[in-house]
């Protein structure tokens, strides 16, 4: 049996297993709080309202922009990157999400409610914790730029 430097209850061996198993463990208890406000409001509000639109699984994607893992969020689509961690006001999420922006409504045919609004501005504010792992896909990844110029127009 291994010997741990500082003594587990018993009654914490089992939490201490998970987390280990969960190859994680966060930095700190802010961290945690952050990572279990995402997963209990804004991933189930980003299922609910922007994946059928804004995820790999969408039929067609708007935007380009991927809001089903960080990476998405980060690299952003057409506009840019969609979140600025810490600063809800200059995140263009906020603004979608708000309706403040005729050009910029999401979702396009319902409007959030104010609490869901404002989770995500508490969420931002935290600095926007996300677990998700994941690339984003580009329409033109994998392209073979030399292959291409020795297409016949090009010569």
């Known amino acids: 049996m291994l010997r741990h430097p500082i003594p587990i209850p018993k009654s914490a061996q089992p939490l201490v297993a998970l987390t ?7 930095a700190s208890a802010d961290e945690a709080a952050g990572l279990e406000f995402f997963e209990t409001h804004i991933r189930p509000l980003f299922v609910e309202h922007c994946h059928q639109c804004h995820s790999a ?11 089903d893992s960080r990476a998405g969020w980060e690299t952003g689509g057409d506009s840019g990157p969609a979140i600025v961690p810490g600063d809800p006001e200059q995140s263009l999420l906020i603004h979608a999400v708000s ?15 104010e609490l869901e609004i404002g989770k995500l501005k508490t969420w931002i504010n935290m600095g926007a914790p996300d677990p998700r792992e994941g690339q984003v896909k580009r329409p033109n990844a994998g392209v073979d730029l030399e292959k291409g110029r020795e297409f016949w127009a090009f010569k």
């Open 20 to 26: 280990l198993l969960a190859g994680t463990v966060p």
């Open 57 to 67: 699984d969408a039929k067609k994607l708007k935007a380009n922009l991927y809001l």
């Open 99 to 113: 309706h403040t922006n005729d050009d910029l409504k999401m979702p396009p045919k319902t409007r959030l409610s």
